[in-house]
């Protein structure tokens, strides 16, 4: 029995999505429309999201070529083996009421340096707003119910876990949470099964709905480790990540409305993570300085025979040309610290920072303040140029973050990786490292840490313990 399904998936976008689709003239990463100016995901796209959150799933390479499709080699002739799982465009729902689509401004920094690129670093993206939502329409085919009901079933528990979508994952956005799964199921070999799917089909490119007959729930299998935390501004103190001079000549602070038009200030996830990431390189280098390596199990800071030196942790750079050769090839091998937790150019990292996002509440949250720009050699004030911007100043502002972690196979190099993030939290909450415009203090204090599991809680304990005994 030939057995046909067809499939829609819930989807949410809590921190909103980027489907990049290049740049235009104006340095603006566009997002991707179809012909009628609507925003969506690519079919394509997402069927790559799926075939890789499949492999990493099933572990299994034959199962996931027979789904997805392959090219297969017969007798030296290329062949391209057919999927039997296709996605449609994902078309989001409305966006308040104009299709409105919010852009963010962002400088390209020198990975090495840490500094704004000079001349040409500034660029803009498009983005869907958060919360954005919609149904991923996917079509089940050529095969018998038993195997159908089975891949849907997988598909249920991978749809558990946290997916991301969309460019722009460093920058905390992207993040796909699942809340059901619906479909039909048709048999092709009976006539009134093959019209009513036809009769589907058809209002489904007309209209994009149809009724389901069957629906079944994702449940939360979170494997990644998660901490929640919650923060705020010192009492007394400012704080400001601005969009840069409006054409009042007055900075703002950065803020976004999401898909139903509620307002909240925003710290981009990419302020939060290079703070991260150039402090954690600094506690492993440290580290490593201090004892040569962590442990003699762990086996970090060591590629092959060679030894990765403190100042080169986190590239990835090897001295050897031919082992750096070989490391840019199969950067999974490189056992850097730094490097597997926030990846580069050329390796996936296993650390993601979302946006975050607190809302928008009374007038008294932020206040104007005057300042004049001085010049870098004389110290003395430019004359004219004499600017304003508005900080936030309510400690009663919260700011919701959240870190993610994918677990790493040996658990000594997890215990590390937590060791760090949890001397960096430390360290924002005390102020010795700072987030933010030079034109407010940057200092954000912890009010609250959870963790998703029972997994490091004496650690996150010892952490509330200090962030008791060293309160605002």
Not at 400 to 405: A, M, P, S, V
Not at 419 to 442: A, C, D, V
Request: aromatic share 10%.
């Amino acid at each position: 029995m030939s057995s046909y399904y067809l499939i829609a998936i819930t989807v949410k976008f809590p921190e909103g999505v980027c489907p990049g689709d290049g740049l235009n003239g104006s340095n603006i990463l566009m997002i991707s429309r179809n012909g009628s100016c609507r925003p969506v995901i690519r079919g394509s796209a997402l069927a790559g999201v799926f075939r890789d959150a499949f492999r990493n799933y099933s572990n299994d390479d034959h199962y996931v070529n027979k789904w997805f499709g392959y090219v297969s080699d017969d007798n030296g002739v290329k062949k391209m083996e057919q999927s039997h799982f296709k996605l449609h465009d994902l078309e989001f729902n409305e966006i308040d009421q104009n299709h409105s689509v919010p852009v963010r401004t962002h400088n390209a920094i020198n990975r090495h340096t840490g500094a704004v690129i000079n001349g040409g670093g500034l660029f803009s993206i498009e983005y869907l707003p958060p919360n954005i939502s919609g149904n991923i329409v996917a079509e089940l085919e050529g095969l018998n119910d038993e195997e159908c009901i089975c891949f849907i079933n997988n598909l249920k528990d991978l749809l558990g876990e946290n997916l991301f979508f969309g460019g722009n994952r460093n920058r905390g956005i992207g993040r796909a949470v699942f809340s059901k799964i619906r479909y039909n199921a048709y048999d092709c070999s009976n006539v009134s099964d093959y019209a009513e799917l036809l009769d589907s089909k058809y209002y489904l490119n007309k209209t994009g709905k149809i009724e389901y007959k069957k629906e079944i729930l994702v449940k939360n299998n979170e494997n990644d480790f998660v901490i929640s935390v919650k923060l705020a501004i010192p009492r007394g103190e400012d704080f400001v990540i601005g969009y840069g001079p409006t054409l009042s000549n007055t900075s703002e602070p950065q803020w976004v409305k999401d898909a139903s038009g509620k307002k909240y200030w925003r710290i981009p996830g990419s302020s939060i993570r290079g703070v991260f990431r150039s402090w954690m390189t600094r506690l492993a280098a440290l580290d490593k300085e201090k004892t040569g390596k962590i442990t003699d199990d762990a086996g970090l800071f060591r590629s092959g025979e060679n030894e990765i030196k403190g100042d080169n942790i986190g590239w990835g750079f090897i001295e050897k040309e031919e082992e750096r050769k070989k490391y840019l090839k199969n950067p999974e091998l490189l056992d850097d610290p730094i490097l597997s937790l926030f990846g580069s150019l050329y390796k996936r990292g296993r650390i993601h920072f979302s946006d975050v996002l607190a809302e928008v509440g009374r007038e008294s949250e932020s206040q104007v303040r005057k300042h004049v720009a001085i010049d870098s050699f004389s110290g003395a004030a430019n004359e004219g140029a004499l600017f304003e911007n508005m900080v936030l100043v309510s400690p009663d502002i919260s700011f919701n973050l959240n870190i993610r972690i994918k677990q790493n196979e040996n658990p000594q190099k997890n215990e590390k990786e937590i060791q760090w993030l949890f001397q960096t939290l430390k360290s924002l909450h005390l102020g010795i490292i700072s987030i933010g415009s030079s034109k407010g203090s940057g200092r954000l204090i912890i009010k609250d840490i959870r963790a998703n599991s029972n997994y490091q809680q004496d650690k996150i304990r010892e952490l509330c313990k200090f962030i008791k005994d060293n309160h605002d």
